[in-house]
């Protein structure tokens, strides 16, 4: 058990509810696959608790790259 659960005994910590989605994007070595040139370089918009948040935020980036085959946005399910 964590030192922050001891410290709170009377609350769970049960987080199999609360999904997690990450919109991230960057530089691919192939339009049709999802290798990153540089990971140092990805471009994390941010970490949202619906897959409808993270849509709306996946699809600004997306649309603001159409131009670029080479740049991809993706969501990705954390837990």
Same mark, same amino acid.
């Given at each position: %058990?964590?030192?922050?659960?001891?410290? !709170? @005994? *009377?609350? #769970?910590?049960?987080?199999?509810?609360? @999904? $997690?989605? %990450?919109?991230? =994007? /960057? #530089?691919?070595?192939? @339009?049709? /696959?999802? #290798?990153? !040139? *540089? $990971? =140092?370089? $990805?471009?994390?918009? =941010?970490?949202?608790?619906?897959? #409808?948040?993270?849509?709306?935020?996946?699809? =600004?980036?997306?649309?603001?790259?159409?131009?670029?085959?080479? !740049?991809?946005? %993706? !969501?990705?399910? $954390?837990?």
């Amino acid at each position: %058990m964590s030192a922050l659960a001891q410290t !709170i @005994p *009377d609350r #769970e910590f049960d987080q199999a509810d609360q @999904p $997690l989605f %990450m919109v991230m =994007g /960057g #530089e691919v070595h192939d @339009p049709r /696959g999802t #290798e990153f !040139i *540089d $990971l =140092g370089a $990805l471009d994390i918009r =941010g970490v949202f608790p619906t897959y #409808e948040d993270a849509f709306t935020v996946w699809r =600004g980036a997306a649309q603001a790259t159409v131009d670029r085959a080479f !740049i991809k946005y %993706m !969501i990705v399910r $954390l837990r």
